[in-house]
Structure formats: C-alpha cells, structure tokens
C-alpha cells in the first residue's frame, strides 16, 4: 500500500512544539495522570502502581468495552473493539470492510485518512462537500443522494464535524441512515467530537444505534483531552465488519497498552466531569472569539460552530491562508491550519479553541491583525 504523506500531520510536525501559540489544535485542554486517578481515590492509585504490564486483550479490556458501550443504546460490549487511538480503527476499518473497485462516498473537508486510506485500498472517492452558507456551513442532501452508485460500499460522515464545527441535524441524520438502509450501505460514522455540542438537545443519536450497518467511532483524545493514551475504539452491529476489523488488528497493534486501558477505564467514569470541563472551556473562548470576529468582519468570515473545538473561519480579503499563517507564526508565534492541508482551497483557516490557552494566543493574533491588515 502506497500513501502519500499526511499534509496535516506534516505541517504539525513543523510547528507543533516549537511555538508558543497554539490556535489550531483539535483535542480539548489535557489532563494529567495524578488527575484521573485522583478521581478514585486512592485505591486508583495502589491499583495503578501494581499494574502487571503484560499483553491485554485483542478487543479491548472487558472494563473498558463495557464503560465504552455505555455510550450507546443497542450496542453492548462484545460489540465495541478498542484500538491504538482513532486513526488505527480508520485504517482497520477501511483495509478490512473495503476492496477494490469498491465506491466511497466522503462528508467533505475531512481529516485526510478517512478518504485516503480508502482511496490506497483501490476504492473510487467521491467527495460530498458541505458548503458556506448565509448562515453558516450547509450540507447538501440531494448531492449525496445523487452521488450513490451501484458499487456504492460505504459513505464516510464526521459529526461534529472536522474541521469546521457542523452538526448534522436529526432530519439530516435520517435522510443519510435511509439512503445507506436502502442499499445496504455501510456507514462509518466520525463521532469523535460528541457530546461537545453547545447545546445537548441537538446531540444526534450514535449511528451505531441508528442503524444496523453503521460503524460509530469515538476516542480519548478530544472531547475528554485524553490524546496521550491512544484509545480509541469502535462500536457496530454489523457481526460480519466487526469480525473482519478484529482479524485485521492482529497485523496493527494487535492490543493496547495495559496503563492507556486502566487510565481510560479509570477516566470513563467520570466522563461527564471531564466532558464538562472541557465543554466550560469551549463555551469561554467563543466568547472572545464571537468578540473578536465582530470587531474584525471586514477582513473574517466567522461562520460560528455548533460543536467541538475547532471552528473554520474564511479570509474576506482575497487573502491567501498559506501566507497568512506562515507571516503569523513568524512574527508572532501563533499558529493556525491553513485549508490547503485539508486540500479544500486557500482561504480557510482550523483555529482550535479547546484549551485555555488559547485566549493568550487570540491576543497575539488580535496583534498581527492591527499591525500587518
């Protein structure tokens, strides 16, 4: 298998921890060992510290798929599989359920290996994108339901989405569950950012309890600020995907690490104070995000998120976003996400506003915008 290089994590790899000024990070503000185990007290601790560091389970530690499939109303715990964080189940999923020749329908901008792993297995890519509109970004239905061929295998969505903060409506949701259900379809389904909606009466139901053939997958690493563990896993009704990905993975990671499991064991039992916290956070920094934008709407489309850390504000100015972020982390350190590293154009930009930080870096792009535009 040949692929080409991963352009966001490439452009990461340059920057990431050689600036100040993160504004383009897509996981929420982290947590640090002592943090979780506290939250059980003691015994978490003696548990920890006598931890065995032997092999674990292929599918995943028992505790853990059970605190996983909590998440869901029709899946239990024989049916979610734990990886080495999402992008090992994105590979799995597209190596094991996908074949040549197969057609692939993609929600789009994306993070790149949900169509590229595909498009390397020897699949036919088609890219569903969702578009600005008067009120923000748009999804068009009636595209997708055009765009399904006769060797159509399996329509990739992500929402909350990545990277510009949409939320598929419930009516959306459905329309998308009874065109995959009327031609056996599957859908794999990018649930990494729920339960980070602004408001928790738009959170749409999780594919995998939705329909039968969907694949919802989740993680540590974003809504719970947990990106260090590396777990991540997927949950499924369908037994004939679910058994193929399980075979795959003994030629990935075959299992997890046993701390990364006990932590995320540990840390699923106080997901909604993580949650929260992080949610607390988000809710913050909009503000001054809302503040800033307001003040700057001449030069900043701010088509505002439902969801998530990360929104994907456009240059007004006919501006290009490659020279802009490369000027703005020179001079000040700040660093954004152009959109050509989601091959979608050269006027977006990912800002991330789920960490604390990020207030001080709002001050320094609020700088460069007053010197330099």
């Known amino acids: 298998m040949q692929l080409p290089d991963f352009k966001l994590e490439r452009y990461f790899d340059r920057y990431e921890f050689n600036v100040p000024y993160l504004m383009c990070c897509s996981d929420c503000e982290s947590f640090s060992v002592g943090e979780i185990l506290a939250m059980d007290g003691e015994e978490a601790v003696d548990a920890f510290m006598n931890l065995r560091l032997c092999y674990t389970e292929a599918r995943g530690n028992p505790e853990l798929r059970h605190g996983i499939a909590d998440f869901y109303s029709t899946v239990g ?63 068009d239905l009636d595209n997708l339901a055009g765009s399904i061929k006769d060797n159509t295998r399996a329509i990739i969505i992500n929402s909350p989405h990545n990277p510009t903060g949409y939320l598929l409506t419930r009516g959306e949701m459905e329309t998308i569950v009874e065109l995959a259900r009327e031609r056996d379809i599957l859908l794999f389904s990018d649930e990494v950012y729920r339960h980070l909606e602004y408001d928790a009466k738009d959170r749409l139901e999780a594919a995998c309890d939705g329909y039968e053939n969907a694949v919802s997958l989740g993680v540590m690493s ?43 064991t540990t840390a699923l039992k106080h997901r909604k104070k993580l949650a929260g916290r992080n949610l607390g956070i988000i809710r913050d920094n909009l503000v001054l995000l809302d503040e800033f934008f307001a003040s700057h709407a001449e030069l900043f489309y701010w088509p505002r998120p439902k969801a998530g850390p990360i929104a994907f504000p456009g240059l007004r100015w006919g501006g290009d976003a490659e020279s802009f972020c490369r000027d703005l982390v020179r001079e000040k350190g700040v660093l954004l996400l152009p959109s050509a590293c989601y091959e979608f154009g050269h006027r977006h930009l990912r800002l991330g506003f789920g960490r604390r930080s990020m207030a001080d870096g709002l001050e320094k792009l609020a700088e460069y915008v007053e010197e330099k535009l």
Not at 86 to 97: C, G, K, Q, R, T
Not at 237 to 244: G, T
Request: charged share 20%.
């Open 77 to 139: 715990p024989d049916e979610v599989l734990v990886f080495s964080g999402a992008e090992e189940a994105i590979f799995v999923f597209m190596n094991a359920a996908l074949s040549k020749g197969d057609h692939v329908i993609v929600q789009y901008p994306c993070y790149q290996s949900l169509f590229e792993v595909a498009r390397a297995v020897g699949c036919e890519i088609t890219e569903w994108a969702i578009k600005e509109g008067n009120q923000g970004w748009e999804t």
């Open 222 to 264: 974003k809504t719970y600020g947990l990106p260090g563990l590396r777990i991540g896993w997927i949950a499924t009704r369908n037994a004939a995907v679910y058994k193929k990905m399980a075979s795959f993975k003994d030629y990935t990671t075959i299992c997890n690490s046993a701390p990364a499991e006990f932590l995320a």
